[in-house]
Nanobody, 121 residues
Framework: VQLQASGGGLVQPGGSLSLSCVAS????????IGWFRQAPGKEREEISC?????????YPLDSLKGRFTISRDNAENTVYLQMNNLKPEDTAVYYC??????????????WGQGTLVTVSS
């Protein structure tokens, strides 16, 4: 499975962005897809995961619930991360990853390259 994350960019505080993770090489239906981010000088953290079998979302960070929403379109082999009311502390490189199974996931099998999100005025 190859993953391609895109949609990052510069956005003002309070703004929104939608990230996309497109998979190729295999049908996405069977995979849980997770979104992660890594800010400068900080460890990578998992933002959300969406299961392959039933599309059930999982948000491990309470602080992001209500602002970030994960969704998937299996027909397009794509998982999205809608980010609203962005804050400067959301600035990070965002990654997607895949696991053959459901969320939560301990070790993802495949990783995409990151897309940079910068929240600044």
């Amino acid at each position: 499975v190859q993953l391609q994350a895109s949609g990052g960019g510069l956005v003002q505080p309070g703004g929104s962005l939608s990230l996309s993770c497109v998979a190729s090489g295999s049908l996405l239906n069977y995979y849980a897809i997770g979104w992660f981010r890594q800010a400068p000088g900080k460890e990578r953290e998992e933002i959300s995961c969406i299961s392959g079998s039933d599309g059930r979302p999982y948000y491990p960070l309470d602080s992001l619930k209500g602002r970030f929403t994960i969704s998937r379109d299996n027909a397009e082999n794509t998982v999205y991360l809608q980010m609203n009311n962005l804050k400067p502390e959301d600035t990070a490189v965002y990654y997607c990853a895949a696991y053959l199974g459901n969320c939560p996931v301990h070790d993802y099998d495949y990783w995409g390259q990151g897309t940079l999100v910068t929240v600044s005025s």
